[in-house]
């Protein structure tokens, strides 16, 4: 964790047109979530929607060891060079925390491969997030569930990929279950989905929800024990002949 650069990005429109997320939220979902993971020591920059570039330049990118990524009401005013530019990050090797209605940003979706749809409901009603991977790192310090008295329902089916790992699996008192907390790895880079955090219920002022972001965060920035993939052209380990006319490249 020493060092470790977040980026918390954010499309910051429904805190500028709704009183009522302001009021939750009065530095904006972006501002909330850098606070908590600078508390927990992390280096922290924020970028959103109306940032030059969305705030994600090459140089930003460069820079950053995992992307928070908060999107709702603006999916398609994101630049498709910007979202693929994130797209190639991760595949190089950034970590990357998909947070809540952000299922549906074209990062989410193109590295995903689906259409990552679901059910939803707004009711403010109680969720249940169970642990269903105790010993995974994102679930460290976390008892076996966290209770939220207000949240959006979101159901299944989840059109993603099967987990790598399932760490959370929520239930909500409407009666439906969902899966929250999904842990995927893309080229050299980590992914995790993680459901709560609608605009109107202030999920990301709770410790517990804050502690699984720490966790994430630290689980998925890049470190120098993990194994990493190259390709390209390359030379051989034995001695051969590698002159062949026959090639076209």
């Known amino acids: 964790m020493p060092d470790t650069r977040v980026t918390v990005w954010n499309e910051f429109v429904h805190e500028q047109e709704s009183e009522t997320v302001a009021d939750i939220y009065p530095d904006g979902i972006h501002g909330a979530i850098a606070d908590a993971l600078e508390e927990r020591g992390f280096d922290t920059e924020t970028a959103t929607l109306q940032d030059p570039e969305h705030g994600l330049t090459e140089d930003v990118l460069d820079a950053t060891?995992?992307?928070?990524?908060?999107?709702?009401?603006?999916?398609?005013?994101?630049?498709?060079?910007i979202a693929e530019r994130v797209v190639e990050a991760v595949r190089d090797g950034m970590g990357l925390i998909v947070l809540h209605s952000a299922h549906f940003s074209k990062v989410f979706k193109r590295l995903m491969?689906?259409?990552?749809?679901?059910?939803?409901?707004?009711?403010?009603?109680?969720?249940?997030?169970?642990?269903?991977?105790?010993?995974?790192?994102?679930?460290?310090?976390?008892d076996d569930c966290i209770e939220l008295d207000?949240?959006?329902?979101?159901?299944?089916?989840?059109?993603?990929?099967?987990?790598?790992?399932?760490?959370?699996?929520?239930?909500?008192e409407g009666g439906e279950v969902f899966r929250s907390g999904c842990a995927y790895r893309r080229g050299n880079g980590r992914i995790f989905y993680f459901r709560p955090g609608h605009e109107t219920y202030p999920v990301y002022h709770n410790e517990e929800i804050q502690d699984v972001l720490a966790n994430a965060a630290e689980w998925a920035a890049p470190s120098d024990d993990r194994a990493t993939s190259s390709g390209g052209n390359t030379e051989p380990r034995e001695d051969i002949d590698t002159s062949d006319e026959r090639t076209v490249h």
Request: glycine fraction near 6%; charge should be negative.
């Open 113 to 142: 491969g689906t259409s990552c749809s679901l059910k939803w409901r707004e009711a403010a009603e109680r969720e249940r997030l169970w642990v269903i991977e105790p010993s995974h790192p994102i679930a460290d310090g976390v």
């Open 150 to 172: 207000e949240a959006e329902m979101y159901g299944e089916r989840f059109d993603v990929p099967q987990p790598e790992t399932l760490v959370f699996n929520s239930w909500f």
């Open 65 to 81: 060891d995992v992307l928070t990524w908060w999107g709702h009401a603006a999916h398609d005013e994101v630049d498709d060079e």
